[in-house]
């Protein structure tokens, strides 16, 4: 069956497939540890403690010490995934993560649930915006999010076989289940899911079920797209942005700020090569607020409607 | 360890101080301060207390080291030399494109160094990590750090410390060298840190404070430290002077990250190459 085909109203959050994935991977590999800092039960944990607690740390609520921590155990050949929400993975530990994760290149994952406007009635305050473009900009890391649960799962498998510091982000909320179990996917190297020739849209994380309705919908009126899964923004899959450049028309969509992300980091590619035209569609820089999720990204234009408009503008 | 009188040790600090002295004199750089107050903690543990293998620097089993104080690293690097882990002429290269001995530890460039350091309030967090794969690996090994007394001023020491606790890591061993000045002056007018053997003591650790530069007192606390397997991590505050061995740098903050000049250099070597008064 098709993606575009298939049932979007089977969800889960991909903060689960962590969960899952790490139980699996723990007991495979006895190097696998996690560490909490306080928030397993949110970070999908609970499991790996209750079955690998050999494996697993608890700090309490100090990040900075986790990302220290980590990186000490890495030293012994530990691959430790450090489990908190994106805005203090990313943040509140980034100088760690900076000094004593990146610049010796060890072999620790930062592994986040919370990213982008999911934590929507949390507030601004916690949702991560920032995340993915701050990491990006650090020498050694690697940056994922997954769009879905199984996805996010194969992800989270090859994070742990790669060597060196992996961020990788999660959802909060529940989102379609768009691919199935037995699809692959390999890190830095962008998923298909549809070759067309009037425009290209290249989506990541909770975003590429927008881009799917999106396109759906464009087809249905005559307009054929490409729509590709940039599930890595680091190392980005530049092969495949200089695909689009035939077509030459490229709508980014992303749930995290239009500076730094996944928008800017094809905006890179394409301004290098010296051809094609980008509209990005993301948090329009400016922080969040208590609301629904739908609420806030509809405010930052990031809806099925507005790729339709932004690619009919654009065609 | 190693069997060595407290006599060569002495000789060995005073080998450190020069080496130091003279790769901060040659780079032109560099932090002799908190070199000089570290110096006789130092031979203690590179000549004697340490189970590393300069020809297996990576061994599994070895000791681990953690300078959290990365920017004193030229008296770890002088134990480096001595010890064979580096061509000595590497201390000619200081600071230097290309050098393992870059301004700040760097473990990928460095034979020796177990984890990068540079960042004040980091490394003990590091040393915590390696101390607890260590436990859950059952192995011997223990893990050495050293944090200055104005790095204490940073939350993570107390973030990591609080952690050596519950993980009851009597594996590790936290050297504060205790010289009471920081960049700016000192601690007790930038940031007083009150009692930090008190302060140690209250987070579980087993706290000890001694002379840092009495090479008897330091081998005695080691002795003792040593035998402690009690699941308590142990702390040893060593009293200090910045710049100890100098007269003109003894106790001044605009010693903590100056290089000598040519007549300073000569007469800092002569001063050291004579011994602790």
């Not at chain 1, 982008?116 to 890391?141: C, K």
């Not at chain 2, 030399?81 to 201390?91: D, H, K, M, S």
């Not at chain 2, 390696?130 to 107390?158: N, P």
Request: proline share 3%; hydrophobic share 40%; net charge negative.
């Amino acid at each position: 069956m098709s993606i575009l085909e298939k049932d979007l109203t089977v969800k889960k959050a991909t903060r689960e497939a962590f969960g899952d994935e790490i139980v699996k991977l723990g007991k495979e590999n006895k190097n696998i540890y996690v560490i909490d800092v306080d928030i397993a039960k949110s970070c999908k944990t609970v499991n790996f403690i209750k079955q690998l607690p050999d494996q697993h740390i608890n700090v309490g609520i100090a990040e900075q010490n986790a990302a220290g921590l980590a990186a000490g155990l890495a030293t012994t050949g530990k691959i430790p995934f450090v489990s908190t929400y994106a805005v203090f993975g990313s943040l509140r530990m980034l100088e760690q993560i900076r000094q004593e994760v990146c610049y010796p290149n060890l072999n620790v994952k930062i592994a986040c649930s919370h990213g982008g406007l999911t934590p929507a009635n949390d507030g601004g305050s916690h949702q991560a915006i920032e995340d993915m473009g701050v990491l990006r900009s650090v020498p050694n890391m690697t940056v994922i999010m997954g769009a879905d649960y199984y996805s996010t799962r194969k992800l989270v498998e090859q994070a742990a076989k790669v060597y060196g510091p992996v961020y990788l982000r999660f959802t909060r909320d529940t989102v379609p289940m768009i691919y199935d179990e037995n699809e692959e996917f390999t890190i830095g190297k962008a998923k298909k899911i549809k070759d067309g020739s009037d425009i290209a849209i290249i989506a990541n994380g909770d975003t590429v079920r927008l881009a799917l309705e999106a396109t759906k919908e464009l087809e249905k009126q005559g307009i054929s797209v490409k729509l590709l899964d940039m599930h890595t923004i680091k190392p980005l899959d530049r092969e495949a942005v200089v695909d689009c450049l035939n077509i030459g028309k490229i709508i980014t969509v992303e749930d995290h700020n239009i500076l730094n992300g996944l928008g800017s980091a094809v905006c890179e590619v394409v301004a290098e090569e010296g051809k094609g035209t980008v509209r990005r569609i993301g948090v329009q820089d400016q922080f969040g607020q208590s609301a629904p999720y739908e609420k806030l990204l509809e405010l930052n234009g990031i809806t099925v409607e507005n790729i339709i408009k932004t690619a009919k503008e654009l065609i | 360890m190693k069997e060595i009188s407290i006599e060569e040790l002495k000789e060995k600090a005073i080998q450190l101080r020069k080496t130091a002295l003279t790769m901060i004199y040659g780079a032109q750089s560099g932090h002799p301060g908190g070199s000089l107050s570290a110096a006789d903690i130092m031979a203690a543990l590179y000549f004697k207390e340490m189970n590393v293998d300069p020809h297996n620097p990576n061994w599994e089993d070895r000791d681990r080291f953690v300078l959290s104080k990365g920017h004193v690293c030229p008296i770890q690097y002088s134990a480096l030399a001595l010890r064979g882990f580096v061509p000595y002429e590497t201390i000619y290269t200081l600071r230097e494109y290309g050098s393992p001995f870059q301004g700040h530890p760097d473990m990928k460039k460095c034979k020796g160094i177990d984890i990068s350091t540079g960042s004040l309030g980091q490394g003990l967090s590091c040393g915590v990590g390696m101390a607890i794969a260590g436990k859950r690996d059952f192995k011997d090994y223990r893990v050495f750090s050293l944090v200055g007394d104005g790095e204490c001023q940073e939350g993570q020491i107390w973030e990591a410390a609080q952690t050596a606790v519950k993980y009851q890591l009597d594996n590790l061993v936290v050297f504060v060298d205790n010289n009471r000045l920081q960049i700016d002056g000192f601690c007790d007018e930038i940031m007083p840190l009150q009692d930090l053997e008190k302060k140690f003591d209250a987070f579980g650790f087993e706290t000890k404070r001694i002379n840092g530069h009495s090479m008897e007192e330091i081998v005695e606390t080691l002795d003792e430290v040593r035998v402690a397997k009690n699941g308590r991590p142990k702390c040893i505050i060593c009293d200090t002077v910045k710049g100890k061995g100098v007269s003109f740098m003894e106790d001044v903050a605009d010693w903590h990250g100056v290089a000598p000049n040519e007549e300073q250099y000569h007469q800092a070597m002569e001063e050291v190459a004579g011994g602790l008064r």
